[in-house]
């Protein structure tokens, strides 16, 4: 697997509460992406970056907010978590949009 | 922006059958189409990828085909086993066209009954 780490792995959080998830690379790739991962509804891609400090976002952004300061971390903060937000959240990157994903671990969020 | 429709989103099939996965895209500029396997529990990871300039590519016991007048992609796996069950994961993109990321299919959950 290529170098990806997210933290936490699980995490149970309630309802209107800030949640911080970490993803951090090894691999000095360019892009990351953040999706969220529900059943029915496969992979939806919330933000993502092509660069320190340059981000934008995906099909599923209200809600979460992204922040990219260092080449290998990309964190995802949900402000106030909702019910709604219960996923498993992965991180992924890539050398370019044209290349293979590497995929982290996955972070399983439950909001109560 | 790029849209990805796969079928079929389940598929049951007799181990030693031939399964195949088809997807459709909707941007002709696209250039990229790779598949993703995730097992249980697990992260999706690549299992083979074709570029518009092939029409199709083989690893083993997988290949792809594309066909980029009619716009779509698909998967065949060959002699399947039972660790062949996941679920499948198309997507498009397109190389050196600025950030856009890729776009995936919403998956097709494979079952290889014993």
């Known amino acids: ?64 907010s992204v922040s990219r300061s260092k080449t290998e971390d990309f964190l995802l903060t949900l402000e106030s978590a909702t019910s709604s937000q219960t996923s498993v959240y992965f991180c992924a990157i890539s050398v370019d949009p044209g290349y293979e994903q590497y995929f982290g671990p996955g972070t399983r969020l439950t909001v109560t | 922006g790029e849209n990805v429709e796969q079928h079929p989103s389940t598929l049951s099939v007799q181990e030693g059958d031939s399964a195949v996965i088809k997807c459709t895209y909707s941007d002709s500029a696209s250039n990229y189409f790779p598949w993703y396997k995730q097992e249980l529990g697990k992260r999706p990871q690549l299992i083979i990828d074709i570029r518009s300039n092939v029409g199709e590519k083989k690893d083993q016991r997988i290949a792809v085909t594309l066909n980029k007048t009619a716009k779509h992609f698909s998967l065949h796996i060959t002699e399947t086993q039972p660790e062949d069950s996941a679920v499948y994961f198309c997507a498009a993109s397109k190389k050196g066209s600025g950030n856009t990321p890729l776009v995936f299919g919403k998956g097709t959950r494979l079952s290889v009954i014993a």
């Open chain 1, 1 to 64: 697997d290529a170098g990806i780490t997210q933290s936490p792995r699980h995490k149970v959080t309630e309802t209107g509460t800030p949640v911080t998830l970490r993803c951090h690379q090894t691999e000095n790739h360019r892009y990351m992406y953040w999706y969220r991962q529900d059943p029915g509804h496969g992979l939806r891609l919330i933000h993502y970056s092509y660069g320190v400090k340059d981000t934008d976002k995906g099909e599923v952004s209200d809600g979460y």
